[in-house]
């Protein structure tokens, strides 16, 4: 996408909605959710968080191609784990089934990456009760995909759990917990097989999921997406990994990393930097190419001035 584009959109993202009229609103780390008896409303803002903070800079069209991914994604994904979405009447809007949210996330990990990585680095070599063979080093493979949990924290940073301490504390029972990791892992499998045929490695995820009142467990909030995931060029992995040279990733791992060249790590008493112009629409290129490249489609942004009033229109409609 041209440049003057992005930068065009700086002053013309969207960092919250208040549509209270259209139903009880509650604001997530990216989504704005408003709540109708059976159904939710989920609008997908420009907000970028890392380290479990929001920043307070914007990212030019991030809400469109995070909910156009993950709505890709739910469509691909839905003969393997049922999913809670209705409709997609907007860039930016999700109509969806409501559910309650599990409080666990269900983090996957095909390789020893990110959050895995700096654990294993550290000395680790176990990792949410999963044990790691000693010998590995940055990005490796893992023998077989494994689960790492997190609690869900309302505020603050999630915290790594096992399934022993899950079941332990009854967040889960275990025949709940073993049923949500199979629908993961079976996710996980279809995620690695769609990227695989994009020329991308599907590195590691998260999945969310919630119970319907019917008692059914459906996958919510996205799949997939680079809020959610990270990915490796598969055509460079092996010689920079034998190379010990940084992957050639789509993900928002980059974000972490400016920020951690920037003396942030979300730990207490750190200052959190604001994001340049020119980083921010960085983000935002690195975003719609990932967007293209894993649909293999073109990304078609909505240059609306106000992407708010339009979105208003759109809900006004739905709510009607």
Known sequence: MDASILHQQLSRTLRETHFTDLGTRYQGKVRDTY??????????????????????????FKGQVLNQLAAYFFEQTEDVVPNHVLAV????????????????????????????WRVYQAGGRVLCGQPLP?????????????????????????????REEIIARSILDEKTFDRLEAMALKLFARGTEMAARRGLILVDTKYE???????DFLAIDEVHTPDSSRYFYADTYD???????????????????????????????????????????????????????????AFEPDTHPDPEQRIRAVLEKEHA
């Not at 999921?209 to 008692?215: H, P, V």
């Open 209 to 215: 999921f919630g119970r319907t009142s019917d008692g």
């Open 134 to 162: 000693d010998g590995l080093r940055q990005n490796s493979h893992l023998p077989a995909p494994i689960l790492t949990p997190a609690t869900k924290a309302v505020e603050g940073h999630d915290e790594d759990i096992s």
């Open 35 to 60: 709540a109708q008896r059976d159904r939710l409303l989920l609008v997908t803002t420009d907000r970028i968080s890392a380290f479990d903070h929001v920043l307070r800079q914007t990212i030019p």
């Open 239 to 297: 010689d920079l990994l034998e190379a010990d040279q940084p992957q050639r990733q789509l993900s928002k791992e980059f974000v972490r990393e400016w920020l951690m060249d920037h003396g942030f790590m979300g730990r207490p008493g750190q200052t959190l930097p604001d994001l340049t112009d020119d980083f921010r629409v960085e983000v935002a290129r690195r975003y719609i190419e990932l967007y293209e490249q894993v649909t293999g489609a």
């Open 89 to 116: 009447p907007d860039p930016n809007v999700t109509v969806a089934r409501h559910c309650e949210p599990v409080p666990v996330e269900f983090v996957v990990r095909g390789y020893l990456a990110g959050h895995a």
